[in-house]
């Protein structure tokens, strides 16, 4: 079993910078992928990144070259570095922990709000 915790969601100006981390306790030795996700109030949740434990990225077509995923295998710990942030930002971010078996620890969230 893996338990994700985030922090770091802050409000921040259109145009900063945040980064938000997530650390995982646990099986940890299981992990395979971590994934952010995030959703806006009244809208689905949505991919943010991943990150496997080769350090292979991907990320949404919507934060490509402002947010950037980073993992510390030895700390069990994921950050995502938020660069130009706009208001369309806005949401709670979820951490994503799965295991080698395909079973997946969702956290409780971080509120990430980009307002003037």
């Known amino acids: 079993q893996l338990q994700p915790v985030e922090s770091g969601g802050a409000l921040v100006q259109p145009g900063g910078s945040l980064r938000i981390t997530c650390a995982v306790s646990?099986?940890?030795?299981?992990?395979?992928?971590m994934d952010w996700y995030r959703q806006a109030p009244g809208k689905k949740r949505d991919f943010v990144a991943s990150i496997d434990r080769d350090g292979d990225t991907d990320y949404a077509e919507s934060v490509k070259g402002r947010f950037t995923i980073s993992r510390e295998a030895t700390k069990n710990t994921m950050y995502l570095q938020m660069n130009s942030l706009k208001p369309e930002d806005t949401a709670v971010y979820f951490c994503r922990a799965a295991t080698v078996f395909g079973q997946a620890w969702w956290g409780y969230g971080t509120q990430v709000t980009v307002s003037s």
């Open positions: 646990g099986s940890i030795n299981m992990i395979n992928a």
